[in-house]
């Protein structure tokens, strides 16, 4: 018989974790608490958001301390991650948890898995990077810094054994989250929206920076909708206080904008009472994706950060959005940089609710992807963490034998 893993004995199973920004808290939390279940004496601590804190995780600083987008971006907040991170690994080796989990941020965590393992230290990342988009290269030295690999996205697993590092796909946990069939009804009486108007959510990112980015041209597409439809609801909801004032603060400068109901958080109660959605990148695309709404989804970054991914030819894949790369085709429009405007945005989006049975289609598909995705996500993450920690059975005899 196998020793047990880590923290099942007398000793607690103590974890180092990173999650960065809103979507890797809410990975974080559903995480801990599935190591909890498996593991009653559990230690968390590191760089968490407010819903990993509720988890029982110490926060040793806010998860919104690493959130930074874009190559260029990254440059200007250098200094301060690099100290960041220089402190993070002193703590880390001083208390000598039996794992290290990063969780996104792969910028931020790998070089941080980097001198845990060498130090001895177990070392996952939840979330691949996505080196099947580009920069490939990168592929080699995660398999040498990282023990295992936790993937949301079918095929990267795949990605991963063609390398030969191990990866596993674990689903996604927002899949289990969110409802095959989401109750529009009640997330429009809890939002007191009127039953029978035509509702449309704008989500600009829970990044200050993907708000500063993108708050114009998404409330120009409100106007250029509300233009052609003067009944139309519109509704977004905001990441944190920041964005918040960010984004009433574009509607307050912008003549001609349509009344927008800002909400406080509240994303999925948004995207189940929306007809349709102005989405930025990220999360949230696969959000919508889930709840089955129609889409277009936009992409801005810095200038700089534009020129290097395109002179550079850094992009390996024809899309960028999840429910385009899920599909490995284009279920949804995609807006680049310059394409991003407030007409482009509207128009597209319009085009998609005009025709009830493309709108039908397109949910049938989405309702597909979500059952792929739908596999227990935060549970088979925990399960493959701890046997990752757990002796192989020879190890474990080796170490019975040596205390005899």
């Known amino acids: 018989m196998s020793a047990p893993p880590a923290g099942t004995d007398a000793a607690p199973l103590r974890v180092a974790i990173v999650a960065g920004e809103h979507s890797g808290d809410q990975l974080g939390a559903a995480l801990i608490e599935a190591l909890r279940a498996r593991v009653p004496r559990l230690e968390c601590f ?70 845990l393992k060498r130090a001895g230290i177990r070392t996952v990342q939840y979330v691949s990077p996505q080196v099947w988009a580009w920069r490939q290269g990168r ?27 191990r990866a596993e796909f674990v689903g996604h946990p927002l899949a289990d989250q969110i409802p095959l069939e989401p109750d529009a009804a009640a997330a429009r009486a809890a939002l007191g929206l009127p039953p029978a108007v035509r509702v449309v959510a704008l989500l600009p990112g829970s990044r200050l920076s993907e708000v500063t980015r993108l708050a114009r041209p998404f409330i120009a597409a409100a106007a250029h909708i ?16 920041a964005t918040r004032e960010a984004f009433a603060r574009e509607v307050a400068q912008l003549e001609g904008a349509p009344h927008i109901q800002l909400l406080d958080g509240q994303a999925q109660t948004a995207l189940a009472a929306a007809d349709g959605a102005v989405v930025a990148s990220g999360t949230a695309t696969l959000e919508t994706l889930l709840t089955g709404r129609p889409m277009v989804v936009a992409y801005r ?32 429009p995609e807006f680049f940089q310059e394409q991003v405007s407030g007409a482009a945005l509207g128009e597209a989006l319009l085009e998609q609710l005009k025709d009830a049975d493309q709108v039908r289609a ?14 227990g996500g935060a549970a088979r993450a925990a399960d493959a963490i701890l046997s990752l920690l757990a002796p192989a059975p020879q190890a474990a005899a080796d170490a019975r034998a040596a205390r005899l």
């Open 362 to 375: 397109l949910r049938e598909e989405f309702t597909a992807i979500h059952r792929r995705l739908r596999l």
């Open 301 to 332: 970054v810095s200038a700089a950060t534009a020129f290097l991914l395109r002179t550079l030819g850094l992009v390996k894949v024809r899309y960028f959005s999840q429910p385009n790369l899920l599909a490995g085709r284009a279920l949804v």
């Open 46 to 115: 590191g760089v968490a958001g407010p819903k990993m804190v509720a988890a029982g995780c110490e926060a040793w600083a806010g998860a919104d301390s690493i959130a930074v987008m874009g190559l260029a971006e990254v440059v200007r907040h250098l200094p301060r991650l690099l100290k960041l991170r220089a402190q993070l690994r002193r703590r880390f080796l001083a208390a000598r948890p039996d794992v290290f989990i990063g969780i996104d941020s792969p910028e931020f965590n790998l070089a941080l898995a980097a001198g």
């Open 226 to 241: 509300a233009a052609q439809d003067a009944t139309v609801r519109f509704i977004a909801p905001m990441a944190s206080g």
């Open 139 to 165: 592929v080699r030295t995660i398999g040498r810094d990282c023990d295992l690999v936790l993937c949301l996205l079918p095929f990267e697993s795949a990605f991963y054994a063609e390398h030969a590092v």
